[in-house]
């Protein structure tokens, strides 16, 4: 069975400083992982998905991926966080079986709180 | 892009009615639809897959007959909420699955509240 993991349910940084969100997911088949940004009361923007290619996944607004197979991990960066990316965010992986027809599973999710 | 639309952005009903919710994908056709609903501070979870021109497949625990769905184009997926009870009072977010990309794009929601 496949399933994901935010190690964390709140993180909070300051502007300007780096943003690190943990995922770790357990799949037994090759996995897509994708990134989702939700901001209040609105619906999910992908920020970036791993499919396969290069194991470092660049996204939008300089949020960045790696897929480290040997950890089970996607953890999302940001080098230098801004007001705006405060939001919550979620790692989902994509169960690519015949018969799931590219249902999504979601982590629980990771608020982001940005302090000026 | 990828823009998928959902009508209304929010509902006040009385308990009793139905009300439809329409989920659209603008600029891509979209063969599976996918609806979701989110209680506050919690992840989503899937409802239903809608597949154009055939039945929808519901997740364990999702009654076929309260939420009722249909996918009659290849842009457009529709939920109908039958007999809204308070319960079902929620954020309700559709997306739209882009085969080429195998990546789901997500509607903006709708704020479903029954008095």
């Known amino acids: 069975a496949q399933s994901v993991t935010q190690l964390d349910s709140h993180v909070s940084v300051s502007e300007g400083t780096p943003v690190l969100l943990r995922c770790n997911y357990s799949s037994s088949y090759s996995p897509s992982l994708f990134w989702y940004v939700q901001h209040p009361n609105k619906g999910l923007q992908l920020l970036l998905k791993?499919?396969?290619?290069?194991?470092l996944v660049k996204g939008i607004n300089g949020f960045e991926a790696e897929f480290k197979k040997s950890e089970t991990s996607f953890h999302l960066t940001n080098p230098s966080a801004h007001m705006r990316d405060a939001a919550e965010y979620f790692c989902v992986v994509s169960d690519r079986r015949d018969n799931q027809g590219g249902k999504l599973i979601f982590g629980q999710g990771t608020e982001l709180s940005v302090k000026p | 892009g990828a823009v998928v639309s959902q009508h209304p952005s929010w509902v006040i009903c009385k308990s009793g009615t139905s009300v439809k919710i329409e989920c659209r994908s603008l600029?891509?056709?979209?063969?599976?639809m996918f609806w979701y609903r989110q209680f506050p501070k919690q992840s989503l979870m899937l409802m239903a897959t809608?597949?154009?021109?055939?039945?929808?497949?519901?997740e364990q625990g999702v009654e076929k007959d309260k939420f009722l769905i249909n996918h009659a184009s290849l842009t457009l997926s529709t939920l109908t909420v039958t007999s809204a009870h308070p319960e079902d009072s929620s954020f309700y977010i559709c997306?739209?699955?882009?085969?080429?990309?195998?990546?789901?794009?997500f509607g903006p929601g709708t704020r479903l509240l029954v008095l």
């Open positions: 997306s739209a699955l882009r085969d080429a990309q195998e990546t789901q794009y």
């Open positions: 809608s597949n154009e021109g055939s039945k929808a497949t519901y």
């Open positions: 600029d891509f056709q979209a063969t599976t």
């Open positions: 791993y499919t396969s290619a290069a194991t």
